[in-house]
């Protein structure tokens, strides 16, 4: 790769070489990088079209977001006029004057000398210089520190009980919170539980919604909707006789879905309802299809004149009335959950469908025709694709990062917390232009900006953040995080020194989230019993030997019992239990369990590197909800949790 090439890398965040899982340099291609700029708009094919580019590098000095901590100062550019310049090249600067004023969030207005003052409020505000209006949000200098508490993380979707329809819902969200602060905990951590497409096929995976700015109205319990219990006998009979009869093997959300709006559309309100962008792309989905991107020409912006002619006011009012209901039985669990020391932290998956509503809705602000993922490491031998646009980091910030922060606040708006997946794309996004997970390379974003902002919405919120920094993160990831007082992850299966050794309870760190396991690893027993590693070797998704897995598999128990004083002859459960006692004893501000784990079941959730092969999101919990409070093994989990 030429010096040429790689200088228009770095100046737009395109990594070259990247540190492995293993820690070593991995370089890479240059027809990568070539096309990952092309996927930013920076043609780079020639010599002579990075030569251009170059030249057109922006030398503005004026970024076009500006974000400071609470209490900072910054000296703003001086031109040398009486007044705000902009040059042909793009190159900006403020009055010398002082004629920059600032209008706060509030509405006053403040001029301002060459210096942003420190004493400006916590939030989103407008720096003013000529015809330039640049946003300026100050953000916290960190969070207040979480309490020291355990609580439970679960699958919603994969709960039942006598009431639900098939699969988990907001009332059995509901029941278990309120059950979880009886028993003590201090915090419910759930899946995503955003929007999917109002068509066929379902989505069942909740980190691949069509809208992370809404809710799906498949977690709604029909008969707990005011308006069920206001309707006549016979309408609730109508409603009733839709209830799915019998238990499935796997969850159907097709079968869910299909009985729960039928039912819903039974007793809909019959004024109308305004609707938002998701209500207008629901309408035109039920009409055209899930994807966007096959829709008619003139319906493929949201901002086009055909949009609003041809989607159906009747289906609008519909799917605006249905995150109503979404938003009134979220509201009832998060008010459930006042009291414990944290509550509902909900989950924030890295993106949505590359042709769902968010992605409609916003494609200004995505980058089109690339998906990001993860790069090959220990557990996943072929790396990820997620199959998720990414922001575009120019134009986001352009943008004033405003669809980021509305995005945060819709998900505040009915958390005590929030945990992000895969947090350190707030740094850098592994961005893959083709299929292939293993040709990609990072792009980076300001991290200040996305980190700064995250603390400020929380804070408004009064909200706690966990970051799931697992696998193959900078430091500077988890170092930000704890400084401003989120939480990393911390997982039993990962947290080594740098010798490889498993680290002892003392050696844990204390702004952390601790777990036995997470959604896309072995469970408990299925740690215990091998069964990551049968699994993967049917379905042919391990990259190495089999044998040699299964070896390493062993030995990791071995190292295990070790760490945890127990030796062969104990059973499966006291092992279990053993590992979430040596969780409470971490100083870890949060500990979290795992019905999954505490029942000993050995399927997990999602099996990442699979699509059809493995019942990803659609494995039912083996025992109804309330079997799952008076269970034994669960008493026994709680006493042990508790006692930290």
């Given at each position: 790769?030429?010096?040429?090439?790689?200088?228009?890398?770095?100046?737009?965040?395109?990594?070259?070489?990247?540190?492995?899982?293993?820690?070593?340099?991995?370089?890479?291609?240059?027809?990568?990088?070539?096309?990952?700029?092309?996927?930013?708009?920076?043609?780079?094919?020639?010599?002579?079209?990075?030569?251009?580019?170059?030249?057109?590098?922006?030398?503005?000095?004026?970024?076009?977001?500006?974000?400071?901590?609470?209490?900072?100062?910054?000296?703003?550019?001086?031109?040398?006029?009486?007044?705000?310049?902009?040059?042909?090249?793009?190159?900006?600067?403020?009055?010398?004057?002082?004629?920059?004023?600032?209008?706060?969030?509030?509405?006053?207005?403040?001029?301002?000398?060459?210096?942003?003052?420190?004493?400006?409020?916590?939030?989103?505000?407008?720096?003013?210089?000529?015809?330039?209006?640049?946003?300026?949000?100050?953000?916290?200098?960190?969070?207040?520190?979480?309490?020291?508490?355990?609580?439970?993380?679960?699958?919603?979707?994969?709960?039942?009980?006598?009431?639900?329809?098939?699969?988990?819902?907001?009332?059995?969200?509901?029941?278990?919170?309120?059950?979880?602060?009886?028993?003590?905990?201090?915090?419910?951590?759930?899946?995503?539980?955003?929007?999917v497409a109002p068509v066929h096929p379902i989505q069942p995976s909740p980190?691949?919604?069509?809208?992370?700015?809404?809710?799906?109205?498949?977690?709604?319990?029909?008969?707990?909707?005011?308006?069920?219990?206001?309707?006549?006998?016979?309408?609730?009979?109508?409603?009733?006789?839709?209830?799915?009869?019998?238990?499935?093997?796997?969850?159907?959300?097709?079968?869910?879905?299909?009985?729960?709006?039928?039912?819903?559309?039974?007793?809909?309100?019959?004024?109308?309802?305004?609707?938002?962008?998701?209500?207008?792309?629901?309408?035109?989905?039920?009409?055209?299809?899930?994807?966007?991107?096959?829709?008619?020409?003139?319906?493929?912006?949201?901002?086009?004149?055909?949009?609003?002619?041809?989607?159906?006011?009747?289906?609008?009012?519909?799917?605006?009335?249905?995150?109503?209901?979404?938003?009134r039985q979220l509201e009832e669990a998060r008010q459930a959950a006042e009291?414990?020391?944290?509550?509902?932290?909900?989950?924030?998956?890295?993106?949505?469908?590359?042709?769902?509503?968010?992605?409609?809705?916003?494609?200004?602000?995505?980058?089109?025709?690339?998906?990001?993922?993860?790069?090959?490491?220990?557990?996943?031998?072929?790396?990820?694709?997620?199959?998720?646009?990414?922001?575009?980091?120019?134009?986001?910030?352009?943008?004033?990062?405003?669809?980021?922060?509305?995005?945060?606040?819709?998900?505040?708006?009915?958390?005590?917390?929030?945990?992000?997946?895969?947090?350190?794309?707030?740094?850098?996004?592994?961005?893959?232009?083709?299929?292939?997970?293993?040709?990609?390379?990072?792009?980076?974003?300001?991290?200040?900006?996305?980190?700064?902002?995250?603390?400020?919405?929380?804070?408004?919120?009064?909200?706690?953040?966990?970051?799931?920094?697992?696998?193959?993160?900078?430091?500077?990831?988890?170092?930000?995080?704890?400084?401003?007082?989120?939480?990393?992850?911390?997982?039993?299966?990962?947290?080594?020194?740098?010798?490889?050794?498993?680290?002892?309870?003392?050696?844990?760190?204390?702004?952390?989230?601790?777990?036995?396991?997470?959604?896309?690893?072995?469970?408990?027993?299925?740690?215990?019993?091998?069964?990551?590693?049968?699994?993967?070797?049917?379905?042919?998704?391990?990259?190495?030997?089999?044998?040699?897995?299964?070896?390493?598999?062993?030995?990791?128990?071995?190292?295990?019992?070790?760490?945890?004083?127990?030796?062969?002859?104990?059973?499966?459960?006291?092992?279990?239990?053993?590992?979430?006692a040596f969780l409470a004893g971490t100083p870890c501000r949060l500990v979290?369990?795992?019905?999954?784990?505490?029942?000993?079941?050995?399927?997990?959730?999602?099996?990442?590197?699979?699509?059809?092969?493995?019942?990803?999101?659609?494995?039912?919990?083996?025992?109804?909800?309330?079997?799952?409070?008076?269970?034994?093994?669960?008493?026994?989990?709680?006493?042990?949790?508790?006692?930290?």
């Amino acid at each position: 790769m030429d010096d040429q090439l790689m200088e228009l890398a770095e100046a737009h965040g395109v990594a070259t070489w990247y540190e492995g899982s293993e820690r070593r340099r991995v370089d890479v291609s240059a027809d990568v990088v070539v096309s990952v700029l092309g996927k930013l708009g920076v043609d780079a094919a020639t010599p002579e079209a990075v030569r251009t580019a170059l030249a057109q590098v922006s030398r503005d000095e004026l970024p076009p977001t500006i974000v400071l901590r609470e209490g900072e100062t910054k000296s703003l550019p001086d031109a040398g006029k009486d007044s705000f310049t902009a040059s042909n090249e793009g190159k900006a600067s403020f009055p010398a004057s002082g004629r920059a004023r600032i209008r706060t969030e509030d509405g006053r207005t403040l001029d301002i000398g060459q210096e942003i003052p420190g004493d400006l409020p916590l939030g989103w505000h407008t720096l003013i210089a000529g015809d330039r209006e640049i946003t300026l949000v100050v953000v916290p200098k960190s969070l207040p520190e979480p309490p020291r508490t355990w609580g439970w993380m679960l699958q919603l979707y994969s709960m039942h009980s006598r009431d639900s329809w098939g699969s988990g819902d907001l009332a059995d969200l509901k029941d278990f919170v309120t059950w979880s602060k009886d028993t003590g905990a201090g915090v419910v951590l759930l899946n995503p539980m955003h929007a999917v497409a109002p068509v066929h096929p379902i989505q069942p995976s909740p980190y691949s919604p069509s809208s992370r700015r809404h809710t799906n109205p498949v977690y709604l319990r029909v008969t707990a909707t005011k308006e069920y219990l206001e309707a006549d006998d016979a309408t609730k009979a109508a409603v009733d006789a839709l209830k799915p009869d019998e238990e499935q093997e796997l969850i159907d959300y097709d079968r869910v879905w299909d009985a729960k709006i039928a039912a819903l559309e039974l007793i809909k309100p019959q004024e109308h309802r305004p609707g938002d962008d998701f209500a207008v792309y629901c309408a035109l989905a039920e009409q055209h299809g899930a994807d966007y991107r096959e829709w008619p020409a003139e319906l493929r912006h949201p901002d086009g004149p055909a949009v609003l002619e041809q989607a159906d006011p009747a289906r609008i009012s519909f799917h605006a009335w249905l995150q109503e209901l979404c938003d009134r039985q979220l509201e009832e669990a998060r008010q459930a959950a006042e009291g414990m020391a944290v509550g509902i932290v909900h989950d924030l998956p890295v993106g949505v469908d590359p042709g769902g509503a968010d992605a409609w809705a916003l494609q200004d602000v995505l980058a089109p025709g690339v998906t990001v993922g993860a790069p090959p490491d220990a557990f996943n031998q072929q790396g990820q694709n997620w199959s998720l646009p990414p922001w575009h980091p120019r134009k986001l910030a352009e943008a004033g990062y405003k669809p980021y922060r509305d995005l945060l606040q819709a998900v505040f708006r009915h958390s005590q917390g929030l945990r992000i997946d895969h947090i350190a794309g707030l740094w850098r996004l592994w961005w893959i232009p083709g299929g292939d997970a293993r040709k990609g390379t990072y792009v980076r974003y300001d991290a200040d900006a996305m980190t700064g902002i995250l603390a400020l919405e929380a804070h408004r919120a009064g909200a706690a953040v966990i970051g799931e920094d697992l696998g193959t993160v900078e430091p500077v990831v988890t170092e930000t995080l704890h400084a401003n007082n989120m939480l990393s992850s911390a997982v039993l299966w990962f947290e080594r020194d740098d010798t490889g050794a498993m680290l002892p309870q003392a050696s844990w760190p204390e702004r952390a989230a601790a777990s036995i396991s997470t959604h896309d690893l072995p469970t408990a027993a299925g740690f215990l019993r091998s069964e990551h590693v049968r699994v993967r070797a049917e379905l042919k998704v391990l990259a190495g030997d089999v044998e040699a897995e299964y070896a390493n598999a062993a030995k990791e128990r071995r190292e295990l019992r070790e760490l945890l004083g127990i030796d062969e002859s104990a059973a499966e459960e006291d092992v279990i239990v053993a590992m979430h006692a040596f969780l409470a004893g971490t100083p870890c501000r949060l500990v979290l369990a795992s019905p999954y784990d505490v029942i000993g079941e050995t399927r997990q959730p999602n099996l990442p590197g699979t699509v059809d092969e493995y019942p990803n999101w659609r494995i039912p919990f083996p025992i109804p909800l309330a079997s799952f409070m008076a269970d034994p093994r669960v008493s026994r989990a709680v006493s042990t949790m508790s006692g930290r």
